[in-house]
């Protein structure tokens, strides 16, 4: 699997939107899911947000960010989304993408490939 790159981020307002996409080098995405994940300086580790299994877009959400988060993907460009909505400050974290070649839903060590993480900051 290629190198993952991550855009979007930044510093937001509470009750802001914000999306987040995740492409493989070269545009066509060679794994069997994508993930999310988010790591905040509290927590040592990375607490999973979501994943999709990329040919059947079938979603997977933490219970934590199910109805506010929503992950998708567009096969033609081989990008993964991470649409955020509804952000507060506790959402301040350093997110992550992730693929795997297995399904490996919220099994964070199960991914092998990651993204470089994106600083995304809420202020209140």
């Known amino acids: 699997q290629g190198q993952l790159i991550q855009s979007g981020g930044g510093l937001v307002r509470a009750g802001d939107s914000l999306s987040l996409s995740c492409t493989e080098r070269g545009g066509t995405f060679s794994g069997y899911g994508m993930g999310w994940f988010r790591q905040t300086p509290e927590k040592k580790e990375r607490e999973f947000v979501a994943a999709i299994m990329w040919e059947a877009a079938v979603p997977l959400y933490s219970p934590t960010f199910k109805g506010r988060f929503t992950i998708s993907r567009d096969t033609g460009l081989g990008t993964g989304y991470l649409q955020m909505s509804s952000l507060q400050p506790e959402d301040t974290a350093i997110y992550f993408c992730?693929?795997?070649?297995?399904?490996?839903?919220?099994?964070?060590?199960?991914?092998?490939?990651w993204g470089q993480g994106t600083q995304v900051t809420v202020s209140s």
């Open positions: 992730a693929s795997s070649d297995v399904w490996n839903g919220s099994y964070e060590p199960g991914y092998k490939n």
